[in-house]
């Protein structure tokens, strides 16, 4: 597969595995609100270090570091057209993916949300 565009790939491949580990209630319309009750802790592998530190604080685990010797440097645009097939064919791991964002950018490093 590694020939292959992202199109192309897309096209091909299975939907998402993601969700097969979440409830089987999960949609999209309901995502936030279940992943909120049911779940501690959902981090991002974009922001795997910073993930990882997140949920060490919230278990009040000993931080690790998280070895990035294969981590690459480039940013590849995703065409349009690819983002909305990706998005139509795995509705809920996007809504996964979307609420695990959100709730990311609320927590500081510490993992808590911020006191009021």
Do not use: W
Request: glycine residues 4%; proline residues 5%.
């Amino acid at each position: 597969m590694a020939d292959m565009d992202l199109e192309t790939y897309l096209s091909k491949r299975r939907r998402s595995f993601l969700p097969s580990f979440f409830s089987p209630d999960l949609t999209p319309a309901n995502c936030s609100e279940l992943l909120q009750e049911r779940y501690l802790f959902i981090g991002l592998f974009e922001e795997i270090q910073t993930s990882v530190n997140q949920l060490a604080d919230r278990l009040v685990f000993v931080k690790v570091t998280i070895d990035h010797s294969n981590a690459a440097r480039r940013h590849e645009e995703v065409p349009a057209s690819a983002h909305e097939r990706f998005r139509e064919d795995n509705q809920v791991a996007y809504a996964i993916y979307m609420h695990a964002r959100e709730r990311f950018g609320r927590l500081g490093d510490t993992g808590q949300p911020p006191q009021a």
